[in-house]
Every structure is written in structure tokens, then in C-alpha cells.
């Protein structure tokens, strides 16, 4: 239940969509993937599930090339894509028979009556698709994804366009579905990732600049952002020399905002001090939200 992509990268003629991106995403994990408009998602989501294939590199999914086992790849993965496209005229029930026919679900009837109690679409299952609320359409979607009980789940921007009340219930949903399977997903939205995500994939103009646990994200694990008041004015230059900084601002009289590139640089600005001459008055580290962190990589 492992998707493991190395070195990839993908060109659009010119174009590089996918610049090198290597990652490993373990079983049972939700993986929030992350970046700006633009920045590769779902190209990324596409060679993964053999959309579109890739200019170089690997991807494996459940062990499986996705170049030369595309079938089997296909058998492993359920695809929520962005929009959802669906038939509005035809009926919940006769969606999903249609869908689990496709795959050749062994049993489709079972198949689509397990997968409509787990998604919550009993009280609609014999509506029009296209007289559902927004809400209802993307657990159609998700449920069409699911059909062939896959291991893999990516679901690009799944909770996009949705009412607050629709996003927590469709979150909840992915929450209980990760608890079984491997589960990708694309979102904007920062307090999902924080709230949904075991681990993330940040990607920017094609590359990955991050990939952590959500979980690290609260102790800075990425960038620390420290405020310092020394007892004398310095040279900014002189503060840039300690390792791991990126940047340096005076914000007033012989204080200072240092933005770092690493967990933790407290103690380098101690010992810089000590070698310096310098008494530290003050020093506090801002706590980064993922707002801020997804802000400060890809600017
Ligand atoms: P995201 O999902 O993060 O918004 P995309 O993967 O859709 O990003 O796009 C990444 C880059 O590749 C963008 O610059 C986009 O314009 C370009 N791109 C995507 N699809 C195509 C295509 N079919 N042909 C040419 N360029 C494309």
C-alpha cells in the first residue's frame, strides 16, 4: 500500500511541471499534498494514476511501475479527480452498478450497497446525480473512487467548493477511509492538512521543498523565526554568518527578526553573541503556523 516516486520529473514541451520529485509514502498514511496554484499537483496526481505518463524517473505504486504494470497500478487505485466529473443524469444506485460493472467487481450489488452505507448515501441513493447538493456529488465521486475497494486513494482538492458543514462531514469521511487505506490528497486549504494529514508533500514551481509530518510542523521543525534584542547595534551582514539563516530583518533599536532555515538556531545565536561581545536582553521564538511555513517556502 506504498506509492514511491524517484527522481521524477515531467515536461509539457518546454515546460517542466515536475522537477526531480522523490518521495515515499507509507501504508495507512493521509498524505496532504500542498503548494501553490501551478506548482505540479495534479500532474503529479495524474502519472500516479496513469493519466499522463511521466518524462523521467519512477513511480511505483503497491510495488507495481506505473509505466510497465499500469493495469495492476489501476487495480490499486481509486482517483477522486479535480471537479469531480460525473453523469448527472443518471441515478446514485446506477451510477455506481454502472462504475463496479467497469471494474468487474465480483458481487457489484454488495459492492454498492457496502460502499453507499459507508459513505452516507443511503437517504439519496435513488436521486439524479444531478439533483444532489455539491456535498452529496463528492461523495458520489468518492464512492465511485472506492467501488473496487482499492489500497490507494488520491483525491485531488476533494473538499474544494463545498460549504463549511460539507467540508467537516467529507473530512471526517477521508479520516475513517485513511484508517484502511493509503490516501493522497491535494488541498489549499492549510487547517485541513493540519487537521486531516498525518504527513505532507509541499511542492513549488515543481519541486518538493518539504516533505514532513504534520505533527512537526508545531516545534518549527522547518523554519524558526526568532526575535533578539542585544545590548548593542550591530552590522545585519555579521548575524547573516550564522549557519542555517536565511534572513534578517531590524525591526528596531538593536533588536532583531532572524528567520532560519533549520529546527532550532537559539543556541548559535548564544554563542554568536558570546564570541561577539554582546549581551542577549530578549530572545523569543515565534511559533509557526502551516500558514506560514507554506508561505515562507514558496514565496
Ligand atoms: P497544480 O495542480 O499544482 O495547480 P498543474 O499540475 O495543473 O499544477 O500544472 C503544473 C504546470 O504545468 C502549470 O504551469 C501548468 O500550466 C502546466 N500544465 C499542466 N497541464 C498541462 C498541459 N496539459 N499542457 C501544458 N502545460 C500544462
Not at 93 to 118: P, Q, S
Not at 219 to 228: A, E, F, P, Q
Request: with cysteine; glycine share 6%.
Amino acid at each position: 500500500m506504498t506509492i514511491e516516486a524517484t527522481n521524477l520529473t515531467k515536461l509539457y514541451s518546454t515546460q517542466k511541471a515536475l522537477d526531480n520529485v522523490s518521495f515515499k509514502i507509507n501504508s495507512n498514511e493521509i498524505v496532504g499534498l500542498i503548494g501553490p496554484n501551478g506548482a505540479g499537483k495534479s500532474t503529479l496526481m495524474k502519472i500516479i494514476t496513469c493519466f499522463i505518463p511521466q518524462t523521467e524517473g519512477e513511480v511505483r505504486v503497491c510495488g507495481y511501475d506505473v509505466t510497465e504494470n499500469s493495469i495492476e497500478v489501476r487495480r490499486n487505485i481509486g482517483y477522486l479527480p479535480e471537479n469531480n466529473p460525473l453523469y448527472l443524469d443518471m441515478y446514485v444506485r446506477e451510477y455506481l452498478m454502472f462504475i463496479g460493472n467497469i471494474y468487474k467487481v465480483k458481487n457489484t450489488e454488495n459492492a454498492v450497497n457496502d460502499i453507499i452505507g459507508l459513505i452516507g448515501l443511503e437517504v439519496e441513493k435513488n436521486k439524479k446525480i444531478g439533483a444532489l447538493s455539491k456535498g452529496y456529488k463528492q461523495r458520489v465521486g468518492l464512492a465511485q473512487s472506492m467501488i473496487h475497494n482499492p489500497k490507494i486513494l488520491i483525491l485531488d482538492e476533494p473538499t474544494s467548493g463545498l460549504d463549511p458543514n460539507q467540508i467537516i462531514e467529507i473530512r471526517n469521511l477521508i479520516v475513517k477511509i485513511g484508517k484502511q487505506k493509503t490516501v493522497l490528497l491535494s488541498t489549499h486549504n492549510m487547517h485541513e492538512v493540519e487537521t486531516v494529514c498525518d504527513k505532507i508533500l509541499l511542492i513549488n514551481k515543481g519541486k518538493l521543498v518539504a516533505n514532513t509530518k504534520t505533527a512537526n510542523l508545531d516545534v518549527n521543525s522547518l523554519i524558526s523565526t526568532i526575535i533578539v534584542e542585544f545590548d548593542k547595534e550591530l552590522d545585519i551582514t555579521t548575524l547573516k554568518t550564522i549557519e542555517g539563516i536565511t534572513e534578517v530583518i531590524a525591526i528596531k533599536k538593536n533588536t532583531y527578526k532572524i528567520v532560519a532555515g533549520k529546527e532550532d538556531i537559539r543556541s548559535e545565536i548564544f554563542d554568536f553573541a558570546v564570541k561577539n561581545n554582546l549581551k542577549v536582553l530578549s530572545l523569543n521564538m515565534e511559533k509557526q503556523d502551516l500558514e506560514s511555513v507554506f508561505h515562507n517556502l514558496t514565496k
